[in-house]
């Protein structure tokens, strides 16, 4: 068995991991780790007299992880049989390993932390030299005493979803680094007290990394199996443009990011400078640009960057924010907000959208095995009636507003949209019985994100005033790329002709049938696919607010007629990489600065 365990070796000397960048940007600050498991295990130093308090609570907690373990082991040997429960039997073994245990205590006499960074401590130094081993038996071994540290975690912390508590209450500003951050973990975080985020999984689509572009902190993902590398509290320096988290960043190392900063400050200021410049093509091809807004803090960003309006509300961040759903006046009011923000431009509210990776307990969405597949956008709220009447009733009464539109996610065939507006129309004819203000008129669309509604878009193009594409989950539907998993994002290609061609069946469709089409997903702040988009006759492009004057930079410098020639060839192109190498040429060409 291995013994005595060392600290994660905090380096003295720089070190530096490479993930992938999502969010530009540059920060500098103690770093805060947060577990797999959504732990956050702080190191604390205590007093001697504290010893023995630590020690009981560490007791109790192992009391509690038992009798847990043991009605679970007694609840599945009733159920399903005495062979399946036996396993919770190396649970508990693991959970009583005396060494261990005798292991964890000395080091909070010896080294006066607390029990929790102690035991956090002696768990990842044992599994970590268990699996050195090599050997079937002792990974298995490994694995078990990780699954039960984190119950004892959780039983020593007191509560679930501490993570979001913590992330909530931090003083002082620090740099997070997660194994994973759940979306609505980055929808709870601090915005003066987080300087930026690392992770060791997601992808530049994943729902975190897209919030963190909408907050504006630097963030790096794809970090692999880098936490424990280090201990909290260490300084590091996230830098958002080449993807790294530096650990341990020397002087001089600041200093050179210091000045990079500049420069980029002083592109920020030329780009300023388009806010009130519209987006038309050399040839007068004219793009809305619109932005995608998840919460009402995002809003003084979207007016410094000049957005026409917003093109995405993802109304379910206000879901995920809290532990209940909001009432109808909360969601009017916050609507009503948006609204007024917008004008003279218009705001699109899209419908709940959760399921996949967005979930809270309080939404009832049971553990599925392919979540992506499951209980997702338009399906929850027909499943959930109740809550989508609610929402539907705040969209139509902040309509008053004049510049409401509405928008279904997830839709994969006509039934859902018919059934959409069906509960739309009933909503409407109660708001009018019972003399509620509402809009008079509210346009209503769909997201094109699953590759169904896509190929019967001229279908679905006689029954809606709009279409948006959504490209995060189009691509990876299409591409069957999970959308969020970092060992295939290099598979994750946007300039497919896969999808390309479907991008080309719902334009044409649209506009054969007189409605306009615009790109919310992540592509439309790409500026080396927007000869792309518009080329493929795209009527607006919504993006994050930040990333808008360089979008409208690029159009501003495109000529219409070429680029429609560029995506015809790349339609018939045999690959992504030779199209993302032609509008890449185009785009250095063109723009070169932006890039
Ligand atoms: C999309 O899928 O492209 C989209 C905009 O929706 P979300 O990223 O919220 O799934
Ligand atoms: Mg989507």
């Known amino acids: 068995m291995p013994e005595e365990p060392s600290d994660s070796p905090t380096p003295t000397t720089e070190t530096r ?61 009733s159920s399903i049989g005495e062979a399946e429960a036996s396993i919770f039997d190396a649970h508990i073994l693991s959970l009583e390993d005396s060494s261990l245990i005798e292991s964890v205590k000395e080091q909070v006499q010896s080294r006066l932390v607390n029990i929790d960074f102690a035991y956090e401590q002696v768990v990842r130094s044992y599994t970590r030299k268990m699996k050195e081993l090599d050997d079937d038996y002792f990974r298995e071994r490994a694995a078990d005493f990780i699954d039960v540290s984190h119950r004892v975690l959780r039983n020593l912390q007191g509560s ?116 009130e410049t519209l987006p038309v093509t050399v040839d007068q091809r004219r793009i809305i640009v619109s932005a995608n807004v ?74 599925e095995e392919n979540p992506f597949l499951g209980f997702r ?26 510049n409401v539109r509405i928008m279904f996610p997830m839709i994969s065939d006509l039934r859902e949209l018919k059934e959409g507006r069906r509960i739309l129309d009933e909503v409407r004819a109660d708001l009018r019985r019972e003399n509620v203000p509402q809009g008079d008129k509210l346009e209503v669309g769909v997201m094109i994100e699953v590759p169904s509604a896509a190929l019967i878009a001229d279908i679905l193009a006689r029954h809606v005033d709009f279409f948006s594409v959504g490209s995060n989950d189009l691509i990876q539907y299409t591409l069957a790329i999970d959308r969020g998993n970092e060992k295939v994002a290099g598979m994750y290609q946007p300039a497919h002709p896969a999808v390309l061609r479907l991008l080309q069946t719902v334009v044409e469709a649209a506009h054969r049938n007189k409605i306009w089409v615009g790109v919310c997903g992540e592509m439309a702040a790409d500026v080396v696919l927007t000869p792309a988009l518009v080329g493929l006759g795209v009527d607006e492009l919504s993006t994050g607010a930040v990333s808008i ?47």
Request: proline share 4%; with cysteine.
């Open 160 to 275: 679930q979803g501490q993570s979001q508590q913590e992330l909530q209450n931090l003083d002082t500003p620090s740099i997070i680094l997660a194994h994973d951050l759940t979306p609505s973990d980055t929808a709870g975080l601090d915005r003066k007290m987080v300087l930026g985020i690392a992770t060791e999984v997601g992808s530049r689509v994943s729902h975190s990394a897209i919030m963190a572009r909408s907050l504006n902190l630097p963030a790096v993902v794809g970090l692999r199996e880098v936490i424990g590398k280090f201990e909290p509290g260490v300084e590091v320096l996230i830098d958002g443009y080449e993807g790294l988290l530096i650990v341990a960043p020397t002087e001089q190392t600041k200093f050179e990011y210091g000045q990079r900063e500049k420069q980029q400050h002083d592109v920020e200021i030329k780009l300023d400078a388009l806010r």
């Open 377 to 402: 956008g338009i399906r929850y709220s027909l499943g959930r009636q109740d809550l989508f009447r609610t929402q539907l009733r705040a969209i139509c009464r902040a309509g008053t507003e004049g």
């Open 294 to 367: 998840e919460i009402l803090e995002d809003l003084p960003l979207v007016q410094e960057h000049g957005a026409e309006g917003i093109g995405l509300l993802r109304t379910e961040y206000l879901f995920l924010n809290q532990d209940e759903f909001p009432t109808e006046e909360q969601q009017m009011d916050v609507y009503r907000q948006m609204a007024q923000a917008s004008k003279p431009h218009h705001v699109i509210i899209r419908t709940l959208d959760v399921g996949g990776d967005k979930k809270r307990p309080h939404l009832g969405i049971e553990v």
């Open 549 to 595: 004057p360089r979008v409208k930079r690029a159009i501003q410098a495109l000529n219409f007629e070429e680029a429609r020639q560029v995506v015809s060839r790349c339609i018939l192109n045999e690959s992504a990489e030779q199209n993302q190498a032609e509008l890449l040429q185009m785009a250095q060409r063109l723009y070169p600065e932006i890039l």
């Open 17 to 77: 991991y490479k993930g992938t960048a999502v969010s530009p940007g540059i920060a500098c600050g103690p770093i805060i780790l947060l577990y797999a498991d959504e732990h956050i295990v702080r190191k604390r130093r205590i007093r001697p007299e504290d010893v023995s308090g630590e020690i009981t609570r560490f007791e109790a907690a192992l009391l509690k992880t038992h009798q847990q373990i043991q009605t679970i082991r007694n609840q599945l040997a």
